[in-house]
């Protein structure tokens, strides 16, 4: 029951309900029924019966009868048989009923025929001038409770198809009183899919509460998209605004560092500065990029490259980071693979890659860096033996500022590394995954569909 939806619970409540209530209906109908419809009858046989002495007079001997005592009202059968012998004198007997049944004044009968039952009625009548008489009437039971099924079969069809047209019409009314609640649903399923707050819901007006509760949620979108816009905004002005005194700091310790005079121990504090300064550089420009890439304002300029070539002058200009740690970098890359990427944050894909490699990596360690072409893509992977990432951890190094154990690192890691590349892969049309066991080592796969050959 708890995986059904609202819709389908409300509509199956109320067709429980349309059952039991026809049923409950057919079941008093045929309960009923039967007695009514049989003691309606039985009271018109004796009111036709009754009303026949009318039309019976007596003169000298004989009998006179009114022709209305002939004609058949509400299926009874009337006729007239001396009082004395119980002879038949006038009258109507349906066919298949006895007429030497026995005489029960006053009384009803329900005799048994071949094919049908009679209900018989008599009367016992003096009629001045003849003498006594007996006025019967008959009446078929056989053919009441025929017509009585004849309605009981017409609402046993009738009763479901009813009750079947009111489920469907419930269902369809249900799904329309659903259709904004549904229409909210997917807003939000395609804010999740595409992380854009500027979709809404956008029902016309409308007065009940769903609909209030529409305007709600939009109302309440168009504040979170403002917030953070203000948010990524104010993102955005801080890089901007600590970039260029950074740039100055830099500026100085080079300076400084041109100084002759300058004694060991003042020359090693410097270059701290300078290192420090130069890593809130890189992070301000992570903090940047990212902060224009949530507003929509990055541009990225995509040309054909050889990205074989640019892989290999990347790997190159890591390999001499990496001997600080003693770490060896391979490479096994295709020749002459062509992909449309921006340059700029290619080379700033791979380095992270590497550098993370080469940070989470055991001094003496081994990092490959492979670029293939495999079904329309480019694939490049950066593959280390380093310190791992555990299983808990894996899904989050995409999120911004997750630094699985900050201890672990050198310091130097903002956490924004792995988001940037994230975007970067997304941004040419590819994807990157990471698979990695904690102790032994990681690799990075990244795919970036190549240009098809017609363009
Ligand atoms: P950081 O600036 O901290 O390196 P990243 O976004 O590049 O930020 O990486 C996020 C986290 O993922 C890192 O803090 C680290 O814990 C983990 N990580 C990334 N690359 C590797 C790797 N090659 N080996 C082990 N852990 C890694």
């Not at 009998?63 to 009082?83: A, R």
């Not at 790997?315 to 740690?325: D, F, G, Y």
Request: hydrophobic fraction near 40%; glycine fraction near 6%.
């Amino acid at each position: 029951m708890k995986r059904w939806s609202a819709k389908t619970k409300l509509t199956l409540l109320y067709a429980a309900f349309m059952v039991l209530l026809t049923c409950a209906a057919l079941a008093i109908l045929f309960s009923l029924s039967n007695q009514e419809i049989l003691s309606s009858v039985q009271s018109k046989l004796r009111e036709q019966v009754e009303e026949s002495l009318e039309d019976i007079e007596g003169s000298e001997g004989n009998l006179k009868i009114d022709s209305d005592f002939y004609t058949l009202e509400e299926g009874v059968y009337l006729s007239v048989y001396d009082g004395q012998d119980g002879e038949f004198l006038y009258g109507m007997i349906p066919a298949g009923f006895d007429a030497q049944a026995d005489f029960m004044p006053d009384g009803l009968q329900t005799i048994k025929g071949r094919n049908e039952s009679w209900y018989v009625f008599d009367l016992s009548f003096r009629a001045d001038g003849y003498g006594e008489v007996y006025v019967r009437g008959i009446t078929s039971v056989t053919r009441a409770e025929n017509s009585m099924r004849v309605t009981l079969r017409f609402a046993l069809i009738l009763l479901p198809l009813l009750a079947a047209i009111t489920i469907i019409t419930c269902y369809r009314f249900i799904r329309r009183a659903f259709l904004p609640v549904k229409k909210m649903t997917e807003t939000v399923q395609k804010i999740q899919r595409e992380r854009s707050l500027s979709m809404r819901v956008g029902l016309p007006e409308g007065k009940d509460e769903i609909y209030y509760l529409a305007a709600t949620f939009d109302n309440m979108l168009e504040d979170l998209e403002e917030s953070f816009h203000r948010e990524r905004q104010f993102t955005s002005d801080v890089s901007h605004e600590l970039r260029t005194p950074v740039t100055v700091i830099l500026m100085q310790c080079e300076e400084i560092l041109q100084d002759p005079a300058l004694s060991e121990e003042q020359r090693r504090q410097t270059e701290v500065i300078k290192k420090k300064a130069e890593e809130i550089s890189s992070m301000i420009s992570q903090l940047l990029l990212l902060s224009r890439a949530d507003q929509g304002r990055q541009v990225i300029q995509k040309e054909l490259l050889d990205i074989s070539e640019l892989t290999e002058m990347i790997v190159e200009e890591q390999t001499i980071l990496a001997r600080e740690k003693e770490i060896m970098i391979t490479e096994t890359i295709e020749e002459g693979i062509y992909a449309a990427v921006d340059e700029s944050l290619y080379i700033r894909l791979l380095v992270n890659l590497i550098s993370n490699s080469i940070s989470y990596g055991k001094r003496g360690g081994h990092t490959e860096v492979s670029l293939q072409q495999k079904d329309g893509a480019a694939v490049l992977q950066v593959k280390d033996d380093g310190i791992g990432i555990s299983k808990e951890d894996l899904p989050h190094i995409w999120d911004r500022f997750f630094r699985a154990d900050s201890a672990r690192s050198d310091g130097s890691h903002s956490g924004l590394g792995l988001s940037m590349v994230k975007w970067i892969a997304k941004e040419h049309g590819g994807d990157i995954e990471a698979e990695s066991v904690l102790g032994e080592g990681s690799r990075f796969i990244c795919r970036i569909p190549l240009p098809s050959k017609e363009n």
